[in-house]
């Protein structure tokens, strides 16, 4: 296939945009995408580059070269004691001290959910032989987290039976305890 914009060379990059139901295919060579800047044009607006997405996407500054755009923020975050910036922290992928979990918080929230499937909590796994009665209290929060689930909900039936279980649960718990003394 010949590229759509020069007609002279093959073209190796296939893009497809599907705008309002309408599917417009554009094959293009890559001599022709640097030229473009890799600009996807959409009706009426001035464009955007992939990487400029990706960067306000992922809260990192765009490649360098790119044209600035409404995703790109203007001030650069920078840990006070070691002096590492957000964009070398996404580069590098860890930080360079403790303080830098504080400095950065409000951004990492985003990409740790992104990480680990929505989950931003650590929960750890604990072996069976040892955990004791920890396991029946994780069992008991997890009851817990579903009952206010159900009662927002308004179903209030299975409210009920998920109540029953956390007070089994609770009569197990302290009988562990009584044992233990």
């Known amino acids: 296939m010949i590229c759509q914009e020069c007609n002279q060379r093959p073209a190796t990059l296939h893009f497809t945009k599907i705008i309002n139901g309408d599917k417009t295919e554009v094959h293009i060579c890559e001599h022709c995408a640097q030229e473009k800047g890799e600009m996807f044009m959409f ?11 990706l960067a306000g996407l992922l809260n990192i500054e765009p490649i360098k070269g790119a044209k600035p755009n409404a995703f790109q923020q203007n001030e650069v975050l920078q ?18 001290c403790s303080n830098c979990y504080q400095t950065f918080e409000k951004h990492l929230n985003p990409i740790l959910k992104r ?3 929505g989950n931003t909590n650590h929960t750890g796994k604990i072996p069976k032989r040892i955990g004791g009665t920890i396991h029946i209290r994780k069992e008991i929060d997890q009851l817990k987290q579903k009952l206010k689930e159900y009662i927002s909900l ?15 649960l609770e009569k ?5 305890r009584e044992g233990e003394e």
């Open 172 to 176: 197990s718990l302290s009988g562990h």
């Open 115 to 117: 990480l680990h499937s």
């Open 79 to 96: 840990c006070e004691s070691c002096k590492m910036t957000f964009p070398q922290f996404a580069k590098v992928g860890r930080f360079g």
């Open 154 to 168: 308004e179903e209030f039936e299975k409210a009920a039976e998920v109540r029953d279980q956390v007070r089994s």
């Open 43 to 53: 009706p009426g607006s001035a464009g955007f580059s992939i990487d400029n997405l």
